[in-house]
Nanobody, 126 residues
Framework: QVQLVESGGGLVQAGGSLRLSCAASGRTFSSYAMGWFRQALGKEREFVACISRNGGRTYYADSVKGRFTISRDNAKNTVYLQMNSLKPEDTAVYYC???????????????????WGQGTQVTVSS
């Protein structure tokens, strides 16, 4: 069992930056690929970024590529999402998720994830 708690959301102007954190409980954090998803009001949850168990592989949605960076610190049981050049369309609730599997796995579908955090709101004003 893994519990995930996101933090770092807030209100920012377009062009600004935020860093989201997701702290995981348990001693097996390095056994999970980690992902970030987001859900805007009235829309379906969508993939943002993911990172493999040891951090060696990452994958991004086209909409955030070049602006967002996912990273992890297995010693701190934490995954991060650095968001730069934010746009109003980035406004959403952001969720982190954990997926069991092979060391190189970088899952992009929400159905592939086993555990989810409660989400943190990110609002980008124009």
């Amino acid at each position: 069992q893994v519990q995930l708690v996101e933090s770092g959301g807030g209100l920012v102007q377009a062009g600004g930056s935020l860093r989201l954190s997701c702290a995981a409980s348990g001693r097996t954090f390095s056994s999970y690929a980690m992902g970030w998803f987001r859900q805007a009001l009235g829309k379906e949850r969508e993939f943002v970024a993911c990172i493999s168990r040891n951090g060696g592989r990452t994958y991004y949605a086209d909409s955030v590529k070049g602006r967002f960076t996912i990273s992890r610190d297995n010693a701190k049981n934490t995954v991060y999402l650095q968001m730069n050049s934010l746009k109003p369309e980035d406004t959403a609730v952001y969720y982190c998720a954990a997926a069991q599997g092979s060391p190189l796995r970088t899952p992009t579908s929400s159905s592939e994830y086993d555990y989810w955090g409660q989400g943190t709101q990110v609002t980008v004003s124009s």
